[in-house]
């Protein structure tokens, strides 16, 4: 599974986050109040999310994926690596 495939749409979710936000602002009453509460939510959970896989990331340092060429994280080549 590749971390940055992940960690985009986690932060595309974060922008669109942000535009329901600045939407909302234009908006009266319950709709803003709405507005806003959905927006904080879609952001804040994208940003976790991109926290979360940043932690597990660091915590998997040296995994490579099968059939790779080489590993950026240990140098190795695939050759040179178990098998998964």
């Not at 600045?22 to 804040?44: D, F, H, N, P, Y």
């Not at 979360?52 to 040179?80: H, L, V």
């Amino acid at each position: 599974m590749m971390i940055g495939h992940g960690v985009s749409v986690l932060l595309i979710t974060s922008a669109v986050g942000y535009w329901v936000l600045t939407t909302s602002e234009k908006e009266k009453g319950q709709v803003k109040k709405v507005g806003r509460l959905l927006a904080l939510i879609i952001i804040l959970v994208s940003l976790v999310g991109v926290a979360c896989r940043a932690i597990s990331f660091a915590r998997a340092k040296g995994y490579c994926p099968a059939g790779t060429m080489s590993c950026p994280f240990t140098g190795k080549s695939a050759s040179s690596q178990p098998a998964q």
